[in-house]
């Protein structure tokens, strides 16, 4: 089978959408996976292990067309830019069979709807999608990456009292302020990216602090979180990955699209914060 995966990473969107694809791509091992990506400034398409087509734009017709030259057979569609009134257009145009993630309770038009967050509400979904849409929703369907699935059979020493992972792109630029509320005698390790738009400033921020350490476009997140004793996250696809590893967490929402697993993690009374407050903050954070 053709798979084409529709989903877009930049310093602003972030790099969760690709990341999470990559991992549903890895179940379809006998099919032929293609991405198709706009190039946007801080982007990860050079990371992505498959053939990848660079869109013009995020009109439908330009994908209509791309579905009917490769001859698609599953439209995987990851991105909040792409409505209802285009998917059904894509449908309409191509007969291509789709599967949309969504994580926003949005209205879809397509054969499987994917939300693989643990907060996932099967019974939201009744009136948003076609009668006949298989609906994947929840823990069944969450998507951990293989390198935690691995390491989750090691035991580790806890080298860090803190591990801080606020998405790949730090979008809120919200690094250095928890790092300035935290102790100086605690071993810290902060995980981002490349395309952290404000990662010069965070080198600059880190000169001379002996008791930080920073992991730039690291593969051993995995490794890092089973060293740790606390995790400091946003409340998104990093949840899952930090409940499956069992380290003891601070979720602080940073965007509206986190909204949903805040909501589900602060209903289970998880450790969890509505935005960053200095004060607040300090008492949050339990090692």
Do not use: W
């Not at 087509?53 to 057979?73: G, T």
């Not at 035991?155 to 100086?184: C, H, W």
């Not at 509206?256 to 993690?265: G, K, M």
Request: charged fraction near 25%; aromatic fraction near 8%; glycine fraction near 4%.
């Amino acid at each position: 089978m053709k798979i084409l995966i529709r989903s877009d990473s930049s310093s602003s969107i972030g790099l969760g959408h690709v990341m999470r694809d990559l991992v549903l791509a890895s179940q379809y091992e006998d099919d032929e996976i293609i991405f198709a990506c706009l190039n946007l400034e801080g982007n990860i398409i050079n990371k992505i292990p498959y053939e990848v087509k660079i869109l013009q734009s995020n009109k439908p017709q330009e994908l209509i067309e791309l579905i009917k030259s490769l001859h698609v057979e599953l439209l995987i569609i990851d991105h909040y830019g792409i409505t209802y009134e285009d998917e059904k257009a894509i449908k309409e145009a191509t007969g291509v069979q789709i599967l949309s993630f969504d994580d926003t309770y949005e209205k879809h038009y397509c054969d499987i709807l994917l939300n693989h967050n643990i907060s996932a509400n099967k019974e939201r979904y009744k009136s948003l999608v076609p009668k006949n849409c298989e609906l994947r929703c929840g823990v069944l369907y969450t998507l951990i990456r293989e390198e935690f699935r691995q390491e989750k059979k090691q035991v580790r020493e806890k080298i860090y009292d803190i591990f801080i992972a606020m998405g790949g792109t730090d979008a809120s630029g919200i690094n250095i302020p928890l790092l300035e509320n935290l102790p100086q005698n605690l071993q810290i390790c902060v995980v981002t990216t490349s395309a952290n738009a404000g990662l010069k400033e965070l080198q600059e921020f880190l000169t001379c602090k002996k008791n930080i350490s920073l992991h730039v476009d690291t593969s051993f997140m995995a490794k890092l979180l089973n060293q740790s004793k606390f995790a400091i996250i946003s409340p998104s696809v990093v949840v899952h990955e930090v409940l499956y590893m069992e380290v003891p967490f601070l979720a602080i929402k940073t965007a509206s699209n986190q909204d949903d697993i805040y909501e589900y993690l602060k209903a289970n009374e998880y450790n969890v914060m509505e935005k960053f407050e200095a004060k607040k903050f300090k008492a949050c954070v339990k090692i």
